[in-house]
């Protein structure tokens, strides 16, 4: 019997049409929602579901890149306290997204990407995944607090 998968699995991608035993397809597959029979009306819908799909994707990219114009040559500085050259503590994902927030952008503090974890004070490269293709490199600066 022949499938369309609605889910990634083990038999493919979504979209992909297999062949499967029937009672495979009749007693797991279809029931749990991970694939439905390979009718003409299902491959149109399926067909109309993959076109709404790479159309909010091409819009997400384009969101991203708008993003990575506006982001380009951002440089984050960061106050922190420090004692000879290390910090109390350490710079984390959550403290550049805080500082980005205080500049005007909402982004999401998972996806950056922070070589390593920062103990000490100097200059880092960072770098957001706004989308799969968009990648934003910027610079991370750490310095200490001026105590008064």
Same mark, same amino acid.
């Given at each position: 019997?022949?499938?369309?998968?609605? *889910?990634? +699995?083990?038999l493919?991608?979504? %979209?992909? /049409?297999?062949?499967? $035993?029937? +009672?495979? !397809? &009749?007693?797991w597959?279809?029931?749990?929602?991970?694939?439905?029979?390979?009718?003409?009306?299902?491959?149109?819908?399926? *067909?109309?579901?993959? &076109?709404? &799909?790479? =159309? /909010?994707?091409?819009?997400?990219?384009?969101?991203? *890149?708008?993003?990575?114009?506006?982001?380009? +040559?951002?440089? #984050? *500085?960061?106050?922190?306290?420090?004692?000879? +050259?290390?910090i109390?503590g350490?710079?984390?994902? !959550?403290?550049?997204? %805080? !500082?980005?927030?205080?500049?005007?952008?909402?982004?999401? =503090? &998972?996806?950056?990407?922070?070589? =390593?974890? @920062?103990?000490? #004070?100097?200059e880092?490269? #960072?770098?957001? $995944?706004?989308?799969?293709? @968009?990648? #934003?490199?910027?610079?991370?600066? @750490?310095?200490?607090?001026?105590?008064?």
């Amino acid at each position: 019997m022949q499938v369309i998968l609605m *889910e990634p +699995g083990k038999l493919g991608k979504t %979209g992909d /049409i297999v062949e499967v $035993r029937s +009672g495979y !397809a &009749r007693n797991w597959l279809i029931p749990q929602g991970i694939a439905t029979s390979a009718t003409a009306a299902n491959m149109k819908s399926l *067909e109309a579901r993959i &076109r709404a &799909r790479q =159309k /909010i994707q091409a819009q997400e990219k384009a969101t991203a *890149e708008d993003l990575a114009s506006r982001l380009n +040559g951002v440089a #984050i *500085e960061m106050s922190v306290r420090a004692g000879e +050259g290390k910090i109390y503590g350490a710079v984390t994902h !959550a403290d550049v997204a %805080g !500082a980005l927030d205080q500049l005007g952008f909402d982004i999401d =503090k &998972r996806k950056l990407e922070m070589p =390593k974890t @920062v103990k000490e #004070i100097g200059e880092y490269d #960072i770098a957001y $995944r706004a989308h799969p293709e @968009v990648t #934003i490199p910027m610079k991370l600066v @750490v310095h200490a607090q001026k105590e008064s």
